[in-house]
């Protein structure tokens, strides 16, 4: 019995460790940290989406962006007006809507959709700029999520 076990860990350590080396453990290459999200946005290949609500990308957005509200019933006919072989950068407020829209813009047929990595709250704890309303803190748990 004691063989067994030792034969079945033996086994996760190889797979884990075949894992690890071939980027099957890290995070995918569609999701993007704040800084390697600006420098891709800066290029100027791509469209840069929020994906939030109207009332949170008035009151706090990255700069030239474009609102695409995932959760408006419309989404994705507005989507389908995008390029589809052109790079679209997307964000919320955290990445979990980003997430949900970048899997169905996936099945839509976008060839490259990458999601800010933290939000936009990640993006302004970076100290990257925002285009807010004055007094308006991107910190405050105002705002959807997990929606």
Do not use: H
């Not at 860990?9 to 993007?32: E, Q, R, T």
């Not at 390697?36 to 939030?52: C, H, M, P």
């Amino acid at each position: 019995m004691k063989k067994l076990i030792y034969s079945f860990l033996a086994i996760d350590v190889i797979i884990f460790a075949f894992l690890a080396m071939n980027g099957g453990l890290s995070a995918p290459k569609y999701d993007l940290k704040p800084m390697a999200f600006k420098q891709a946005i800066e290029n100027g290949n791509g469209k840069l989406i929020d994906v939030r609500t109207i009332e949170e990308y008035e009151n706090a957005r990255i700069p030239n962006a474009t609102l695409v509200n995932w959760k408006s019933k419309d989404f994705k006919d507005r989507i389908q007006q995008f390029d589809k072989n052109e790079p679209i950068y997307i964000y919320c407020r955290t990445g979990m809507r980003a997430a949900r829209a970048q899997r169905a813009m996936k099945k839509m047929g976008f060839k490259e959709v990458f999601n800010l990595t933290g939000g936009i709250k990640a993006w302004a704890k970076d100290g990257l700029p925002v285009k807010s309303k004055p007094g308006y803190n991107i910190n405050d748990n105002n705002g959807e999520e997990g929606c």
